[in-house]
């Protein structure tokens, strides 16, 4: 036998295997998760952060996802049980018109099926018919039980009358504020032979009047003249039905502001915007501008107009005109506002039109009473423009010929 050293260590000759010192690890069990591992912490030790804010962001991180899988959940969840009560609703047999579906599914309602409809007011009017001045008069006497269109609970309303289907001229009483039972007492007269009478239609429409705004309608009653004897007077109250759907085409609206200084017998008229326009290009939109005219006893005197507009259907001006008018004219001066679509090619078409002045009602009425009772001071509102044929019918207008001291443009351009 060989020495042995003192520093050697004597191993036996013997099958018995040699345990190492290696620590335990996963690589005994499942070496690809020890890899994934390896590459996991090789990844954070990359990050210039601290390991522990590492690991934390990761875990909000992972949170927020979850968070935002179960919300996406729980509203295809929700939104799935809404669509299958809806459908249940709505093939529900038997609907009677006081239930709750009736009132709540539009399409149920408008197959007849007695839902309950919402109550808007009633409308006192009467009808005289002159078969020897073909002239029928229209007399809104008052309204009542209105349905309340504002937030405080009333309404501003008016009432406009027209006959369907020429629609020649369009009439409209004064505007009462804050009141479900307006009394107006107001009557206008239609040329119409009692021929076309008889195939017409009377409309008489309450609104609830908004000046920065749209004008929202309360509710309207059609009358079929075919159903009327027009020997006598027929004064009736009669309760306000849904708005037709068949109701005319809409022109748009436009805004504007008038103000007038006595002083200086000066008008101002300021286009502000228009909105809503009928397309009249093939493409569906339109080339706008506006043209601002005076007339003065039945006559044309005086005009402006704005730039045009490109392929819009709101054009937005901001455009200010003056005209010289004295006190004693302002008095028989009318303002005449038309929208045109330009064509470079072909002549322009009248998109629609609306006037103000002592020759108008309503609404125009109403906004050329507050310029003159608001000396110095902007007025602005929003009018619904009407046909041309409407406007130039109501107006009448006169040839133009200058007068003396009247000249069309005064020198002004």
Partial sequence: MPALSSNSTYVPSTSIPTWTTTPYTNTTINPFLAQVE?????????IPLPRWLTVLLFVLGGLILLIIILSICIKCCCKSKKKQKKNEKINLKGVNGGSTTALVQPDVADLDYGSAKKYRGKLLYSLEYNTTQSELTVSIKQ??????????????PYVRVYICPDKDKTCETKVLKNTLKPVFNEQF????????LMK????????DFNRFSKHNIIGEVRLQMENFDLKNVIEEWQDLSEPSKFEEENRGEICFSLRYVPTANKLTVVILEAKNLKPMDIGGSSDPYVKVQLTLDKRKWKKRKTSVKKNTLDPYYNESFTFTVTFEQIQRVNLVIAV??????????AIGKIYLGFDASGN???HWADMLSNPRRPVAQWHSLLSAQQVNSTLNLKRKVPMPGKLPFNGER
């Fill in 38 to 46: 390896n590459a996991f912490f090789n990844f954070l030790d990359k």
């Fill in 143 to 156: 309204a009542d039980s209105l349905k309340a269109m504002d937030l405080g609970g009333s309404s501003d």
């Fill in 189 to 196: 007269t239609f040329q119409i032979t009692k021929a076309s």
């Fill in 200 to 207: 017409s239609t009377v409309v008489m429409q309450v609104y």
């Fill in 340 to 349: 045109w679509d330009y064509d470079a090619v072909s002549r322009n078409d």
């Fill in 364 to 366: 125009q009425l109403r």
